[in-house]
């Protein structure tokens, strides 16, 4: 038997006495991550109040610099879903949340909820999310459907801008 073929054989061995001896390589608490959930509050639509509210919670020792976005993905050029979703979406705020220092080890983090006011002007599904952007994979994000104002005037009426 080869040398790369005994590798696999043991390997294998391993891995399958680990999962038979109720070992895990996974964690079970989400520990360092900072969004907890988001929602967004208002008439959802064109042109109406929204409130857009995120729960963190802040494990980091240094400031992180939280933004949150919003755009309607339909209606993105070629060059445009070439960029970055930060570089080519809508900003609907922005806060840096303070190193999170005042905890000892194994302490739970507290929630904060980060709360933002915006608009959105033009009927359509959009997409919602927030982000840390040192690290835009730490993100969440959530689909908004934005209806027509409700006499039907403006752009929803004509189809301007579809």
Avoid at 45 to 74: H, I, K, N, W
Avoid at 102 to 124: N, Q, V, W, Y
Wanted: with cysteine; net charge negative; hydrophobic share 40%.
């Amino acid at each position: 038997m080869s040398a790369s073929r005994r590798r696999f054989v043991l390997v294998s061995l391993l891995a399958a006495l680990g999962a038979a001896c109720g070992v895990t390589f996974t964690s079970p608490n989400d520990g360092t991550e900072l969004f907890k959930g988001l929602t967004v509050s208002g008439e959802p639509r064109a042109g109406a109040a929204l409130m857009l509210s995120v729960r963190v919670t802040q494990t980091y020792p240094v400031p992180v610099r939280v933004a949150c976005y919003y755009e309607d993905f339909d209606r993105l050029t070629d060059d445009q879903k070439e960029l970055a979703f930060l570089e080519r979406a809508t900003l609907i705020g922005e806060t840096v949340l303070p190193a999170g220092l005042d905890r000892r080890f194994g302490e739970e983090a507290p929630e904060e909820t980060l709360s933002f006011d915006f608009t959105i002007d033009t009927p359509g599904s959009y997409h919602v999310a927030c982000l840390t952007p040192a690290a835009p994979e730490n993100a969440w994000g959530e689909p908004l459907k934005i209806e027509g104002p409700p006499d039907g005037s403006a752009d929803d009426a004509s189809g301007a801008g579809r």
